[in-house]
């Protein structure tokens, strides 16, 4: 001991629930885009959907082998879903879309701005607990078409507070952690996008 006082910092109000009231609006509006497109109409509607996902999941994608994110966050190779957005559109016998322009993340990436559009990515798959519901009615499920939308095999619960946890324990500055809201804004706006290009 020093004799200075050991001061523990003051708890961070939990970085998810920020991020989660800082991108409720965005999410209304692009649950509200997605389901008015009818998704889970006939599975013709459901590969839109898919291209959406297959869109925002290939910016992503070189995030999960990225040492530095996989430092910070538990499991991060488990929790990619490109892979599987693949296997569903090879389930439906249609070929993925080509895409030509740049993900938006390569090799390098700014660490904050990569936690908010991870949070974003995660986010969605403790939501997709309702929409694997609405796809079984058109014969998709965890093993065909729809594995992307599966939850992780200790629980989709646990899997988000695995992540949550680690995102909390983050030590960022006021300007990280404002890069970190603004990665996950980008991200919606980026699947908001998306839907207005594919779904048109
Ligand atoms: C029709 C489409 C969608 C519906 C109906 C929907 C529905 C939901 C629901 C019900 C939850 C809460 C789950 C829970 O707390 O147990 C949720 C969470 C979430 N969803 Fe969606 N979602 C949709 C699409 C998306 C998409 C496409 C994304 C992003 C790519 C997304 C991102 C998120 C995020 C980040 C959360 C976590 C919010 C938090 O911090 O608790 N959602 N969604």
Redesign the pocket.
Same mark, same amino acid.
């Given at each position: 001991m020093s004799g200075t006082i050991d001061l523990v910092p003051p708890p961070v109000a939990s970085r $998810?629930?920020t &991020?989660?009231a800082e991108?409720r609006e965005t999410?209304e509006r &692009?649950?509200g885009s997605?389901?008015a497109g009818r998704?889970f109409e006939s599975q013709e509607r459901y590969a839109l959907f898919l291209a =959406?996902?297959h869109g /925002?999941h290939r910016d992503i994608e070189a995030l999960y082998a990225n040492p530095a994110l996989d430092a910070l966050l538990p499991d991060l190779a488990g929790r990619r879903r490109f892979g599987d957005i693949e296997r569903d559109f090879a389930d439906l016998g249609i070929v993925a879309p080509e895409r030509t322009e740049a993900p938006a993340f390569g090799e390098t990436a700014d660490i904050p701005t990569a936690l908010g559009w991870l949070? =974003? $990515?995660?986010?969605?798959n &403790?939501?997709a $607990? /309702? &929409?694997i519901k609405a796809a079984t009615k058109i014969g998709l499920s965890e093993e065909f078409g729809a594995r992307h939308l599966a939850g992780a095999p200790e629980g989709?619960g646990l899997h988000w507070k695995t992540f949550t946890e680690a995102l909390d324990a983050l030590d960022l500055d006021e300007a990280e952690e404002a890069r970190m809201i603004a990665g996950?804004k980008a $991200? /919606?706006g980026r =699947?908001q996008g998306l839907v207005g290009t594919v779904f048109g």
């Open positions: $998810a629930k &991020l989660k991108t999410h &692009l649950d997605i389901m998704p =959406v996902q /925002f949070y =974003v $990515a995660e986010g969605s &403790l939501g $607990a /309702f &929409l989709r996950a $991200a /919606f =699947v």
